[in-house]
């Protein structure tokens, strides 16, 4: 009886390596640098696993003028000034997003995802650059989805984020609209405000712009 359980305790000891063991503290930070860990930043169904930033680079806009056709070159990615942002908070930002129609219509937003971008160095560029400017910019750093939130809206076009750390951001979202905005054909057409918010306050913060 002894001598069989001396050999079936190295089997066991060899089996349990081969079952999925947890996680080092090295191998989420692995995770962490490379984009993979996202859950704690968004308030998207965890089973979503599509979600990039690559929307962020393009050049949605309702205009037909894509601006000088030169490609800006983002700054260095600040790593330092990103590292000292919070990570967690308790607080809300909650509101509707849409678009006013040339006779005063609404056209919100259903089901179209959001971002919080936190206000940086990095992310002001963005806003004057590409949003205000309407200019095309170079690739986003991978690193910067480690810092984005998100969240989708309903039908109505109301969304949420909860647990917003205190800071100042960027909220980011389209419009897809058509002929409620007198367009000939259907445009995605991005809305970006920015927005502040400290400690546990619920912020109501609509996105919304007029169509042009």
């Not at 609404?106 to 309407?134: D, F």
């Not at 057409?189 to 919304?208: F, K, W, Y």
């Amino acid at each position: 009886m002894v001598r069989k359980l001396l050999i079936a305790l190295p089997l066991l000891l060899v089996l349990s390596g081969c079952v999925g063991q947890p996680k080092t503290p090295e191998s989420y930070k692995d995770d962490v640098d490379s984009g993979k860990i996202w859950a704690e930043n968004t308030n998207v169904d965890e089973d979503n696993d599509s979600i990039d930033i690559s929307d962020l680079d393009n050049n949605v806009t309702s205009s037909d003028d894509t601006g000088s056709g030169v490609m800006v070159k983002r700054i260095a990615f600040p790593a330092a000034e990103y590292s000292r942002l919070s990570r967690s908070g308790k607080g809300t930002i909650e509101g509707k997003i849409y678009l006013e129609g040339p006779a005063g219509n609404k056209v919100y937003g259903a089901k179209t995802r959001l971002y919080l971008n936190p206000v940086t160095s990095y992310s002001k560029q963005w806003y004057n650059e590409s949003y205000l400017a309407g200019k095309e910019m170079d690739k986003a750093d991978d690193r910067l989805f480690n810092y984005l939130r998100f969240t989708a809206s309903d039908t109505g076009g109301k969304f949420a984020f909860y647990g917003v750390p205190t800071g100042s951001y960027y909220l980011i979202g389209t419009v897809s609209c058509g002929n409620e905005c007198g367009y000939g054909q259907s445009k995605n057409i991005r809305v970006a405000t920015e927005v502040a918010v400290v400690g546990n306050e619920v912020v109501a913060q609509d996105l919304s712009k007029r169509a042009e």
